[in-house]
Nanobody
Framework: VQLVESGGGLVQPGGSLRLSCVVS????????IGWFRQAPGTEREGVSC????????MYADSVMGRFTTSTDKAKNTVFLQMNSLKPEDTARYYC????????????????????WGQGTQVTVSS
């Protein structure tokens, strides 16, 4: 089981990035996929999740209305589209898998997730 993130980089405030999480060794039909981020000196926080059926998503309040997560099951890939980026979005972003029922609120709990990727760095700066 492997998850590999990509798509990070340096972007100016107000810009956009799309992160990808390619999974192998399992099918997205049976797992929730979550996105997390961690800045230096802070705890890893949940950003978003998408259910195994892709009909349920959740977002942290800090990214609501700016970030969107989606799935391309044919490519075994989950995306995180990030718009209107702010300097406080700077962090290393990770994807991880969880049981199908884990994108149902009230929070995106780190302890529910396993099989973490290595992360991709996002830096928002002018």
């Amino acid at each position: 089981v492997q998850l590999v993130e990509s798509g990070g980089g340096l972007v100016q405030p107000g810009g956009s990035l799309r992160l990808s999480c390619v999974v192998s060794g399992f099918t997205l039909d049976y797992y929730t996929i979550g996105w997390f981020r961690q800045a230096p000196g802070t705890e890893r926080e949940g950003v978003s999740c998408i259910s195994s059926s892709a009909d349920s998503t959740m977002y942290a309040d800090s990214v609501m209305g700016r970030f969107t997560t989606s799935t391309d099951k044919a490519k075994n890939t989950v995306f995180l589209q990030m718009n209107s980026l702010k300097p406080e979005d700077t962090a290393r972003y990770y994807c991880a898998a969880a049981d199908p029922s884990k994108c149902a609120g009230p929070n995106i709990r780190r302890d529910d997730y396993y099989n973490w990727g290595q992360g991709t760095q996002v830096t928002v700066s002018s």
